[in-house]
């Protein structure tokens, strides 16, 4: 049998039981429903019989209080109710009319009939209950009764009422009253025995409908039980059929299927010499178990075969491997050959250009430098790809500015952009950057690649126009930020024919596109598989002649410990500002920027002319303007001309004058400072670039501290402080100042190590917390935030201690809750007046405190150096006169400082110029304390050229050097005879060694990697190597001289290795 035709005729037949079986189950539904209906029907029928009897007793009884007490409205009643049962008057809506007329009669309710009742007779309501002719007659029966004994009441109701004459036995008009007349009717043989007539016509009515009902309702309990019988009887049959069908399908479907899986699994175990056989069963599994003997025959055929030809590709396969290999050390090969000789000639090309030259000479320099760098591009093209399509490029995560990565994307093409003329723009799509910290985790060396390639390209098929990088946060959840890129452009578009090859290997849009604009077509590819490899995809949106837009997504981590948000001053908002710009979309997004800095008043002029016109007109109604953001070069009027001409008017430059320009702003700086400019940005501009020069040039005010003079004499004996500083100068300084007042010091070298502190011990404990601003791990700021969240610190005094001269910096600190602050350098005086402001808080004279240490007899005659630039008297008033502790400051200060230069000439490299802010805002407190002004006027001017990136920073950096080195000269004849040798070791130095490794290999190959490598870690390297050999590596690398710097890395291992 076929399993189809089993199928088909086994489920007939158990369709037909269900439906069978669903039949009786309607049925014994449709029983119990005419059950509950016959019962339903029996309890109205005798209800309504059993309430005609309760009705005729109420009769009665209304016929004897009336008789009995002549009362008018029990007459009234009586009516009703014969009005109700005639179908005269309106039915009663209660449920139990005799507890009504019960409730009337005693006085309880007032009796009165519903307006909106049914009318419906007492025979009515007997025959809509279906009464048969016998219960009819017996309902006659009753009425008739009820008649003679209605007879009866009437002449009652009249001999009351006076208008029956007993005598005469008639009804009368007017006659007397005879109350005992109608009592001894109602209480006579002949009354009652009309009750009795009634009471036996109802009681045979009661007996005929109850002997009815009660048929009925056994009647449909028995048709219940019969289908309930019938339908189990079904339900016994459908399961034994079930039953047998189960027992056909397991021995013809199941057990065939059994065998066959038995033989499928032998086969998978890779025995093929298993056969099913014949199984029996429906013909389809039969046909199935001879398939699956006939594959196995087949499989076993393929393997011998295939076990033939293994041999010949294990022979084709080595051969191959051979070949891949031999393509490997041929790239690697070409690699070191090619970048070796190009290395030397751009490093050559580099000195040549550094020496005295002819004009032609220059020119042909120039240009042969160019070509010899486009060369050396598309050989990190190729090389990048073969990376790439090899998958051997791998991401480097680490923590990175964001803001810092795109302003190098766009330095690598601001000069060409400059070249052609093109404006180059930055939208950073809001504050966000500034507001929530703009430090992120992933490989920033490949995301500048990328901004790099797409900017590059976009300003390579761009005449006129601009092109602009535009950035925007989508979301941000779990650590995890999305950005969104993009590069737009007005160049000359891509078709969209054109757009479905441009990310082809070694094509461009077409071959007109390669001739006219060169380049190997490799550069979106390599950008592409990066976006890719870095969790991105990239999109492009372009139409011909329109401009194109390549963007794409990239999802970054949250570094574990996020900088400080920089805050905007409240005062921004109050500024009133004017920019000047020739180019309507950089003039937009200059102003969007200053809008979302909180400045509210913004006008705008495209030429100069308008804006000498809006400066000397605001001037002159008395409302000048506070901020000029002037372009430099514009057509007509360029913006030396715009300040020459305010001055010829005798208008006076806005206070805060910036002059923005795409070329080199170190021409232009000291005409345009004398002109009135007090500031200068490179375009494109940078939000945070410009925030600091809004901080500086608007000259925000800021509340302030004062400070009252301490009393020499003063004593802070039992005062606690809790002093939170990094530098180890400063805190030994803090310290003994404090300390020979009596100051009981604790000391924390961060944030978080004062939080843990202050969490072990009671929030009084200290009667101040001195906090330092700038801090690693959790800088001051973020320390007083938290501290300020906690009820449990919300009345601990917190004052800052800053080197910073900015008021908004001040302004931050007291807005986030300090009580004040302690400018760095800082007089004593001043120190005390701000610990016995808070010494009573401290106090504790239940703890005995030790005496100030007596003064150092044998320091007063130690002779104190004489350096220039170093103000021993002004040092020794800073200390409050100790020398001794002078000394050893100055000695700190030297053994801290020797190693300034390569320093922050490695920060300069590596453009960190937050590591270089650090060390220099440092290195500005302790040289004013000290009394090094010279060196910490210095200091402050390289801090701001760090802090806003500038081009002038390396001059500045030059200035602080040689401010600094005759004092750190000087000051080596205080250092020990033999210094001990510093026992710690840098954190780091195992990474630092894995990355010269790398960098040594990548010279070994003459990867230009090696630079970009050795720039991100030269910090960290700097604590394995000598000053001098990072000096000297670091200029090799400058111009790409890679066999020097290998030589240099092998020549210190082998030192190393010999010492």
Same mark, same amino acid.
């Given at each position: 049998?076929?399993?189809?035709?089993?199928?088909?005729?086994?489920?007939?037949?158990?369709?037909?039981?269900?439906?069978?079986?669903?039949?009786?189950?309607?049925?014994?539904?449709?029983?119990?429903?005419?059950?509950?209906?016959?019962?339903?029907?029996?309890?109205?029928?005798?209800?309504?019989?059993?309430?005609?009897? &309760?009705?005729?007793?109420?009769?009665?009884?209304?016929?004897?209080?009336?008789?009995?007490?002549?009362?008018?409205?029990?007459?009234?009643?009586?009516?009703?109710?014969?009005?109700?049962?005639?179908?005269?008057?309106?039915?009663?809506?209660?449920?139990?009319?005799?507890?009504?007329?019960?409730?009337?009669?005693?006085?309880?309710?007032?009796?009165?009939?519903?307006?909106?009742?049914?009318?419906?007779?007492?025979?009515?309501?007997?025959?809509?209950?279906?009464?048969?002719?016998?219960?009819?007659?017996?309902?006659?029966?009753?009425?008739?009764?009820?008649?003679?004994?209605?007879?009866?009441?009437?002449?009652?109701?009249?001999?009351?009422?006076?208008?029956?004459?007993?005598?005469?036995?008639?009804?009368?008009?007017?006659?007397?009253?005879?109350?005992?007349?109608?009592?001894?009717?109602?209480?006579?043989?002949?009354?009652?025995?009309?009750?009795?007539?009634?009471?036996?016509?109802?009681?045979?009515?009661?007996?005929?409908?109850?002997?009815?009902?009660?048929?009925?309702?056994?009647?449909?309990?028995?048709?219940?039980?019969?289908?309930?019988?019938?339908?189990?009887?079904?339900?016994?049959?459908?399961?034994?059929?079930?039953?047998?069908?189960?027992?056909?399908?397991?021995?013809?479907?199941?057990?065939?299927?059994?065998?066959?899986?038995?033989?499928?699994?032998?086969?998978?175990?890779?025995?093929?010499?298993?056969?099913?056989?014949?199984?029996?069963?429906?013909?389809?599994?039969?046909?199935?178990?001879?398939?699956?003997?006939?594959?196995?025959?087949?499989?076993?055929?393929?393997?011998?075969?295939?076990?033939?030809?293994?041999?010949?590709?294990?022979?084709?396969?080595?051969?191959?491997?051979?070949?891949?290999?031999?393509?490997?050390?041929?790239?690697?090969?070409?690699?070191?050959?090619?970048?070796?000789?190009?290395?030397?000639?751009?490093?050559?090309?580099?000195?040549?250009?550094?020496?005295?030259?002819?004009?032609?000479?220059?020119?042909?320099?120039?240009?042969?430098?160019?070509?010899?760098?486009?060369?050396?591009?598309?050989?990190?093209?190729?090389?990048?790809?073969?990376?790439?399509?090899?998958?051997?490029?791998?991401?480097?995560?680490?923590?990175?500015?964001?803001?810092?990565?795109?302003?190098?994307?766009?330095?690598?093409?601001?000069?060409?952009?400059? &070249?052609?003329?093109?404006?180059?723009?930055?939208?950073?799509?809001?504050?966000?950057?500034?507001?929530?910290?703009?430090?992120?985790?992933?490989?920033?060396?490949?995301?500048?690649?990328?901004?790099?390639?797409?900017?590059?390209?976009?300003?390579?098929?761009?005449?006129?126009?601009?092109?602009?990088?535009?950035?925007?946060?989508?979301?941000?959840?779990?650590?995890?930020?999305?950005?969104?890129?993009?590069?737009?452009?007005?160049?000359?578009?891509?078709?969209?024919?054109?757009?479905?090859?441009?990310?082809?290997?070694?094509?461009?849009?077409?071959?007109?596109?390669?001739?006219?604009?060169?380049?190997?077509?490799?550069?979106?590819?390599?950008?592409?598989?990066?976006?890719?490899?870095?969790?991105?995809?990239?999109?492009?949106?372009?139409?011909?002649?329109?401009?194109?837009?390549?963007?794409?997504?990239?999802?970054?981590?949250?570094?574990?410990?996020?900088?400080?948000?920089?805050?905007?001053?409240?005062?921004?908002?109050?500024?009133?500002?004017?920019?000047?710009?020739?180019?309507?979309?950089?003039?937009?997004?200059?102003?969007?920027?200053?809008?979302?800095?909180?400045?509210?008043?913004?006008?705008?002029?495209?030429?100069?002319?308008?804006?000498?016109?809006?400066?000397?007109?605001?001037?002159?109604?008395?409302?000048?303007?506070?901020?000029?953001?002037?372009?430099?070069?514009?057509?007509?009027?360029?913006?030396?001309?715009?300040?020459?001409?305010?001055?010829?008017?005798?208008?006076?430059?806005?206070?805060?004058?910036?002059?923005?320009?795409?070329?080199?702003?170190?021409?232009?700086?000291?005409?345009?400072?004398?002109?009135?400019?007090?500031?200068?940005?490179?375009?494109?501009?940078?939000?945070?670039?410009?925030?600091?020069?809004?901080?500086?040039?608007?000259?925000?005010?800021?509340?302030?501290?004062?400070?009252?003079?301490?009393?020499?004499?003063?004593?802070?004996?039992?005062?606690?402080?809790?002093?939170?500083?990094?530098?180890?100068?400063?805190?030994?300084?803090?310290?003994?100042?404090?300390?020979?007042?009596?100051?009981?010091?604790?000391?924390?070298?961060?944030?978080?190590?004062?939080?843990?502190?202050?969490?072990?011990?009671?929030?009084?404990?200290?009667?101040?917390?001195?906090?330092?601003?700038?801090?690693?791990?959790?800088?001051?700021?973020?320390?007083?935030?938290?501290?300020?969240?906690?009820?449990?610190?919300?009345?601990?005094?917190?004052?800052?201690?800053?080197?910073?001269?900015?008021?908004?910096?001040?302004?931050?600190?007291?807005?986030?809750?300090?009580?004040?602050?302690?400018?760095?350098?800082?007089?004593?005086?001043?120190?005390?007046?701000?610990?016995?402001?808070?010494?009573?808080?401290?106090?504790?004279?239940?703890?005995?405190?030790?005496?100030?240490?007596?003064?150092?007899?044998?320091?007063?005659?130690?002779?104190?150096?004489?350096?220039?630039?170093?103000?021993?008297?002004?040092?020794?008033?800073?200390?409050?006169?100790?020398?001794?502790?002078?000394?050893?400051?100055?000695?700190?200060?030297?053994?801290?400082?020797?190693?300034?230069?390569?320093?922050?000439?490695?920060?300069?490299?590596?453009?960190?110029?937050?590591?270089?802010?650090?060390?220099?805002?440092?290195?500005?407190?302790?040289?004013?304390?000290?009394?090094?002004?010279?060196?910490?006027?210095?200091?402050?001017?390289?801090?701001?050229?760090?802090?806003?990136?500038?081009?002038?920073?390396?001059?500045?950096?030059?200035?602080?050097?040689?401010?600094?080195?005759?004092?750190?000269?000087?000051?080596?004849?205080?250092?020990?005879?033999?210094?001990?040798?510093?026992?710690?070791?840098?954190?780091?130095?195992?990474?630092?060694?894995?990355?010269?490794?790398?960098?040594?290999?990548?010279?070994?190959?003459?990867?230009?990697?090696?630079?970009?490598?050795?720039?991100?870690?030269?910090?960290?390297?700097?604590?394995?190597?000598?000053?001098?050999?990072?000096?000297?590596?670091?200029?090799?690398?400058?111009?790409?001289?890679?066999?020097?710097?290998?030589?240099?890395?092998?020549?210190?291992?082998?030192?190393?290795?010999?010492?």
């Amino acid at each position: 049998m076929r399993l189809s035709r089993l199928s088909v005729v086994f489920s007939v037949a158990l369709l037909v039981m269900i439906a069978i079986n669903g039949s009786f189950t309607l049925l014994v539904a449709q029983s119990h429903r005419l059950l509950s209906q016959t019962q339903e029907h029996r309890q109205r029928a005798l209800t309504l019989v059993q309430g005609l009897r &309760e009705e005729s007793q109420m009769l009665g009884r209304l016929v004897a209080l009336y008789a009995n007490t002549g009362d008018p409205r029990f007459l009234l009643y009586y009516y009703d109710i014969l009005g109700i049962r005639e179908g005269e008057k309106p039915a009663l809506p209660h449920k139990s009319p005799m507890i009504y007329w019960g409730k009337v009669i005693a006085g309880e309710v007032e009796h009165g009939l519903p307006t909106d009742g049914t009318f419906q007779s007492l025979r009515d309501r007997m025959r809509s209950l279906g009464l048969n002719s016998t219960e009819l007659e017996a309902l006659n029966a009753v009425l008739a009764a009820n008649e003679s004994l209605k007879e009866l009441e009437q002449i009652a109701f009249a001999a009351t009422q006076g208008l029956y004459d007993p005598k005469a036995k008639s009804f009368v008009s007017d006659g007397e009253p005879d109350p005992a007349f109608a009592l001894e009717l109602i209480n006579g043989q002949t009354y009652n025995k009309a009750w009795l007539r009634l009471s036996e016509a109802i009681e045979s009515l009661l007996t005929l409908v109850d002997a009815r009902t009660g048929d009925e309702l056994a009647h449909a309990r028995a048709r219940l039980q019969d289908w309930i019988w019938a339908s189990s009887i079904g339900f016994l049959l459908m399961i034994v059929f079930v039953g047998f069908g189960i027992r056909i399908i397991a021995t013809h479907v199941l057990r065939p299927v059994k065998g066959l899986r038995t033989t499928a699994g032998q086969l998978a175990e890779g025995h093929y010499d298993a056969r099913a056989g014949n199984l029996g069963g429906v013909e389809e599994l039969r046909v199935l178990a001879a398939i699956l003997d006939d594959m196995a025959r087949a499989i076993s055929a393929d393997i011998r075969h295939r076990e033939a030809v293994q041999a010949e590709l294990e022979a084709a396969r080595a051969k191959a491997e051979a070949a891949t290999l031999a393509k490997s050390r041929f790239l690697a090969n070409m690699s070191h050959e090619i970048r070796t000789p190009m290395n030397a000639v751009i490093g050559m090309l580099h000195l040549a250009l550094g020496t005295q030259l002819s004009g032609q000479q220059r020119d042909y320099l120039t240009k042969s430098q160019s070509a010899a760098k486009s060369l050396l591009g598309i050989l990190n093209d190729v090389l990048d790809f073969s990376k790439v399509e090899a998958d051997r490029l791998e991401l480097d995560l680490a923590p990175f500015q964001l803001e810092q990565i795109v302003g190098e994307a766009l330095l690598l093409v601001q000069q060409r952009a400059q &070249e052609k003329e093109v404006e180059l723009l930055f939208d950073a799509g809001g504050l966000w950057l500034i507001r929530e910290g703009g430090e992120l985790v992933g490989d920033a060396l490949r995301l500048r690649q990328i901004l790099a390639n797409l900017l590059s390209n976009a300003v390579k098929f761009t005449d006129q126009g601009h092109v602009r990088l535009v950035l925007e946060r989508r979301h941000e959840d779990a650590g995890q930020v999305v950005i969104h890129f993009a590069v737009e452009d007005t160049g000359i578009g891509i078709s969209d024919e054109q757009q479905a090859r441009l990310f082809k290997e070694f094509t461009q849009a077409d071959g007109s596109t390669t001739r006219k604009y060169g380049g190997t077509g490799l550069g979106l590819v390599i950008s592409k598989r990066l976006v890719e490899l870095m969790g991105g995809r990239m999109e492009v949106r372009s139409l011909p002649g329109r401009g194109s837009t390549f963007a794409f997504e990239l999802a970054f981590k949250r570094p574990a410990a996020t900088p400080t948000a920089a805050q905007l001053p409240p005062a921004l908002s109050s500024l009133r500002a004017l920019v000047v710009d020739d180019y309507p979309a950089a003039r937009a997004v200059l102003t969007g920027l200053l809008s979302q800095l909180s400045i509210q008043r913004i006008d705008q002029c495209s030429n100069g002319r308008c804006a000498v016109d809006h400066v000397a007109d605001a001037w002159a109604k008395g409302t000048p303007y506070d901020l000029l953001i002037l372009d430099w070069l514009m057509p007509g009027m360029d913006g030396d001309a715009v300040l020459e001409a305010l001055r010829a008017r005798g208008v006076p430059a806005p206070k805060a004058t910036i002059i923005v320009s795409a070329f080199d702003l170190s021409g232009i700086r000291e005409h345009a400072q004398d002109l009135g400019a007090t500031d200068f940005i490179g375009k494109p501009i940078m939000p945070r670039a410009l925030l600091d020069r809004l901080k500086e040039g608007a000259k925000i005010e800021s509340r302030s501290t004062h400070f009252s003079h301490a009393d020499p004499s003063l004593d802070l004996q039992g005062m606690r402080v809790l002093l939170v500083e990094d530098n180890s100068l400063n805190q030994q300084l803090a310290s003994e100042l404090m300390r020979k007042r009596g100051v009981d010091v604790d000391v924390a070298n961060n944030g978080a190590e004062a939080l843990d502190r202050l969490a072990m011990l009671p929030p009084e404990h200290y009667a101040l917390v001195l906090m330092d601003l700038q801090m690693p791990v959790m800088d001051g700021y973020q320390a007083t935030e938290r501290l300020r969240a906690h009820p449990r610190y919300e009345h601990l005094p917190i004052v800052a201690m800053t080197a910073h001269a900015m008021s908004d910096e001040r302004e931050r600190g007291l807005a986030l809750g300090m009580q004040g602050y302690l400018a760095k350098p800082f007089e004593p005086e001043a120190l005390y007046a701000i610990l016995a402001e808070y010494q009573v808080a401290g106090a504790d004279a239940s703890i005995p405190q030790a005496p100030p240490p007596p003064p150092d007899r044998a320091s007063q005659s130690d002779d104190l150096p004489h350096i220039p630039g170093l103000d021993t008297r002004q040092g020794l008033m800073h200390v409050g006169g100790n020398r001794s502790l002078y000394l050893d400051l100055l000695r700190s200060f030297a053994t801290q400082h020797r190693d300034a230069q390569a320093r922050l000439d490695g920060d300069l490299d590596r453009r960190d110029w937050e590591s270089m802010r650090r060390y220099v805002h440092t290195a500005k407190g302790l040289a004013g304390t000290l009394g090094m002004d010279a060196v910490a006027a210095r200091a402050l001017e390289l801090e701001r050229a760090a802090k806003a990136a500038d081009l002038r920073t390396p001059t500045k950096l030059r200035d602080f050097i040689r401010a600094l080195e005759p004092i750190l000269r000087g000051l080596r004849a205080l250092e020990p005879a033999s210094p001990a040798a510093p026992a710690s070791v840098s954190a780091s130095s195992g990474d630092a060694a894995e990355q010269i490794e790398r960098i040594r290999a990548l010279l070994a190959e003459g990867d230009i990697e090696a630079t970009d490598l050795w720039q991100a870690h030269s910090g960290s390297i700097a604590t394995l190597l000598p000053v001098a050999t990072m000096q000297r590596i670091s200029r090799a690398m400058e111009r790409f001289d890679f066999d020097n710097a290998l030589a240099l890395l092998d020549s210190l291992d082998e030192r190393t290795k010999g010492g």
